[in-house]
C-alpha cells in the first residue's frame, strides 16, 4: 500500500523568508504526485502536479516541487513567502497503474506573519 | 460552473442518529472519494467509487456506508455505529483519464455530535 509522510507538521515563518515542505512517499511503482493547498474557509485546491518529464515542476502563486526518484521525494519550495501563503498543505499521491486513488499525508499548517 | 457540491455546509447530529451528507458532481468525473478531515491526521479515505454501482471501502469505512446509483451522486451515510463521527467530510472527483489527474474538492461538510 502507498503511504505519504509530511515532516513538517507547523511551521511558521515571516514574510520574504524561504519554505520547503519535506514529503516521502511509500510506494514500489510509478507515481503521480500532487501538492494541494487549503487556504482558511477555502476547499482543497491543486498546487501543482508531476507525472512525468522534468522533475522540477512549477506551481501557482510561485510555489515549485522537486521529485527526486532516488529519494522517494516530492517537497515544496518558494524562495519568499507571503502572509497569503498562510493555509494547510497537503502532499499527496496516487499509484499509477493502479486505482489512482489519492493517498495524502497528514499536512502541514504553514503560518506566515508580516 | 463545473465543480462539487457538498451539503450541507454544517451538520448537528444527535447521538444514536444516522445522518446522510450529500455530494454531487457535474464534472462527468468516473471517480468519486469521501475523505474524513482530522486535525493532525491529514485526509483519510472513507469509500470510493470508480463506477456506477460499485464502491470500495477505504481506511476507516466502519461506521459509514454510500451509494453510487448515479455517476453524479455520491451520499455517504454517517450510521450511530461510528464512534467519533465528529469531523470535517470533504468528498472528492477525479477523471481516471490520462493515467489519473487530480482530485477536485467539495467545500466540505462539518458534522458535530450533540
Known amino acids: 500500500a502507498q503511504s505519504v509522510s509530511q515532516h513538517n507538521h507547523h511551521v511558521i515563518l515571516s514574510e520574504a523568508a524561504s519554505l520547503e515542505l519535506g514529503c516521502n512517499y511509500s510506494y514500489g511503482g510509478t507515481v503521480n504526485l500532487f501538492w494541494y493547498v487549503q487556504y482558511p474557509g477555502q476547499h482543497l485546491q491543486l498546487l501543482l502536479k508531476y507525472f512525468s518529464g522534468d522533475p522540477l515542476v512549477k506551481g501557482i502563486k510561485g510555489f515549485e516541487a522537486e521529485f527526486i526518484k532516488s529519494k522517494f521525494s516530492f517537497n515544496l519550495r518558494k524562495p519568499s513567502v507571503q502572509w497569503s501563503d498562510t493555509a494547510e498543505y497537503f502532499c499527496a499521491v496516487n499509484a499509477r497503474g493502479g486505482s489512482y486513488i489519492p493517498t495524502f499525508g497528514r499536512g502541514t499548517s504553514l503560518i506566515v506573519h508580516p | 460552473d463545473g465543480g462539487i457540491t457538498q451539503s450541507p455546509k454544517y451538520l448537528f447530529r444527535k447521538e444514536g442518529q444516522n445522518v446522510t451528507l450529500s455530494c454531487e458532481q457535474n464534472l462527468n468525473h468516473d471517480a468519486m472519494y469521501w475523505y474524513r478531515q482530522d486535525p493532525g491526521q491529514g485526509l483519510r479515505l472513507i469509500y470510493y467509487?470508480?463506477?456506477?454501482?460499485?464502491?470500495q471501502k477505504g481506511d476507516i469505512a466502519e461506521g459509514y456506508s454510500v451509494s453510487r446509483e448515479k455517476k453524479e451522486s455520491f451520499p455517504l451515510t454517517v450510521t450511530s455505529a461510528q464512534k467519533n463521527p465528529t469531523a470535517f467530510y470533504l468528498c472528492?472527483?477525479?477523471?481516471?483519464?490520462?493515467?489519473?489527474?487530480?482530485?477536485?474538492f467539495g467545500q466540505g461538510t462539518r458534522l458535530t455530535v450533540v
Open positions: 467509487s470508480q463506477i456506477v454501482n460499485d464502491f
Open positions: 472528492a472527483s477525479s477523471t481516471l483519464e490520462n493515467r489519473g489527474q487530480e482530485a477536485f
